[in-house]
């Protein structure tokens, strides 16, 4: 069965950074996409940045050039690298993981329990 398994969300002070992880459990096939997104208190959750198998990232306006998504493949792991946290990305991130079933011909979706990331002005 697969798992995601999130680790790294803490308290820190405006300005500072946070590393966020990923790492898929049970896993006996490639992911197509990667990626995390979060949701605030009374709100959606939201996209905050995908990454494709080959490399290529897509990022929310109000992160981009503050975070960077990046995954290892052999390891079927996913990283957030959060620089310049402002107290309006307090959130729990989720992270996710999509891979195509050939059986189905749909995509499946995975997600993980999420890790509280809280930022103070």
């Known amino acids: 069965q697969v798992q995601l398994v999130e680790s790294g969300g803490d308290l820190v002070q405006a300005g500072g950074s946070l590393r966020l992880s990923c790492a898929a459990t049970?896993?006996?096939?490639?992911?197509?996409?990667m990626g995390w997104y979060r949701q605030a208190p009374g709100a959606q959750r939201e996209l905050v940045a995908t990454?494709?198998?080959?490399?290529?990232?897509n990022y929310a306006a109000s992160v981009e050039g503050r975070f960077t998504i990046s995954r290892d493949n052999a390891k079927n792991a996913v990283f957030l690298q959060m620089n310049s946290l402002k107290p309006e990305d307090t959130a729990v991130y989720y992270c996710?993981?999509?891979?195509?079933?050939?059986?189905?011909?749909?995509?499946?979706?995975?997600w993980g329990q999420g890790t509280q990331v809280t930022v103070s002005s």
């Open positions: 049970g896993v006996g096939f490639s992911f197509v996409v």
């Open positions: 996710n993981a999509d891979r195509w079933d050939d059986i189905a011909s749909t995509y499946r979706d995975y």
């Open positions: 990454i494709r198998s080959d490399g290529s990232t």
